[in-house]
């Protein structure tokens, strides 16, 4: 598994999850960064915005920081896919 997902994925200014002995996770969301349109849950509509923002540079949808919108914000979307913990 890639040891910069892992990273992120365990950051719990991110969120929390739990890695698995197979190098799966379990995610546990308690933050909403993925959650774009602020209602709640990361779902379809926050979805749709980091696609409209696919390759741009500096934007909102930058899950990872790496300074482009790309593959892995949208792995990093969809391992907190639903609702928002507090």
């Given at each position: 598994h890639d040891p910069t997902m892992t990273a992120l994925l365990t950051d719990p200014q991110w969120h929390q999850a739990s890695i698995l002995p197979d190098g799966s996770y379990d995610p546990q969301p308690n933050g909403c960064v993925a959650d774009l349109?602020?209602?709640?849950?990361?779902?379809?509509?926050?979805?749709?915005?980091?696609?409209?923002?696919?390759?741009?540079?500096g934007c909102a949808s930058d899950l990872d920081g790496s300074g482009?919108?790309?593959?892995?914000?949208?792995?990093?979307?969809?391992a907190v896919w639903g609702p928002c913990l507090p």
């Open positions: 349109d602020n209602d709640g849950m990361v779902g379809f509509s926050d979805l749709l915005a980091l696609l409209a923002e696919w390759g741009c540079g482009e919108v790309g593959f892995n914000d949208l792995l990093l979307m969809l």
